[in-house]
């Protein structure tokens, strides 16, 4: 696929921040109809700050995040997010706003639903439960 026909997907369909600053590296999708999309990303190797004296240092536990569904399949962005060293030896890294507070869906989808169902995602009919289109 073409470079700039795939980063204009992804900036469509994933939230801004994971667009700009995270790498789609692995795609699985659950069999079945309803199956469950999951999309797996890694942070690019920005360092915070555009900080020279850091080093990357491997991987922050993966943070699982619901987001909309995409053709009918609910999906979950797997986001793995870089931890950084710096001369000292500290472990250093960037604060991602990617979930709205109290939950584990993407700021986007959260506002969705509560403009749809008139609550917050982390309480009120939705909570908990499989909503009624299958996510």
């Known amino acids: 696929m073409n470079e700039m026909v795939y980063k204009q997907l992804l900036s469509v369909v994933l939230?801004?921040?994971i667009?700009?600053?995270f790498e789609l590296v692995k795609v699985d999708v659950e069999?079945?109809?309803e199956g469950t999309l999951h999309l797996y990303l890694e942070e690019k190797a920005i360092a915070p700050d555009n900080r020279?004296?850091?080093l990357p240092n491997g991987f922050y536990p993966e943070s699982l995040i619901t987001h909309f569904p995409i053709a009918d399949h609910k999906t979950v962005l797997?986001?793995?997010r870089l931890r950084w060293k710096d001369a000292e030896g500290k472990s250093v890294g960037k604060d991602?706003?990617?979930v709205a507070k109290g939950t584990r869906f993407s700021k986007e989808f959260a506002a969705f639903l509560k403009d749809a169902y008139g609550y917050g995602a982390d309480n009120g009919p939705v909570a908990g439960t499989?909503?009624?289109f299958g996510i």
């Open 15 to 17: 939230p801004k921040e």
């Open 19 to 21: 667009g700009e600053f």
């Open 31 to 33: 069999p079945g109809l």
């Open 52 to 54: 020279s004296d850091l």
């Open 78 to 80: 797997h986001v793995r």
């Open 96 to 98: 991602w706003d990617l």
């Open 130 to 132: 499989p909503l009624p």
